[in-house]
């Protein structure tokens, strides 16, 4: 472990939102299902959210370097924002599958894993 950071709860959340972003299986299963008796709901727009609105790692990661990320961890977010940034820019609003079956989102999933992984390097608490 690299040391603490400030805010270790959003740092789930931003795991979480990388897990989900890296994982097209899970997106393909889990994205934009509701299911009655099911306290769980994830699609795009959440983990958009927890990116640049939550935690504010994106599009710059700087920052947030001792408040929820390591400083070795800010260059993979920064790869993870070239890739994101493009198409929230060019797509907007528009619907997941929109995304996910552009050409571009499979540089979106590599750079969600890369990120995870580096996260996962400073602190192995996130293996699951």
């Not at 990116?51 to 001792?66: E, K, N, Q, T």
Request: proline letters at 5%; charged letters at 20%.
């Amino acid at each position: 472990m690299t040391g603490s950071v400030q805010y270790p709860d959003m740092r789930l959340q931003l795991v979480a939102a990388l897990r989900s972003l890296s994982n097209i299986q899970h997106q393909r299963l889990r994205w934009g299902r509701v299911e009655e008796g099911v306290n769980y709901y994830d699609d795009l727009s959440l983990n958009i959210h927890i990116l640049y609105d939550d935690c504010a790692v994106l599009p710059d990661p700087g920052p947030c370097v001792g408040t929820i990320i390591h400083a070795e961890e800010a260059p993979a977010l920064s790869e993870l924002a070239l890739a994101l940034g493009p198409m929230l820019d060019e797509l907007g609003d528009a619907a997941d599958v929109v995304f996910t079956s552009d050409p571009r989102w499979s540089a979106v999933v590599r750079a969600a894993g890369a990120a995870l992984t580096a996260m996962k390097a400073s602190d192995g608490t996130y293996s699951r």
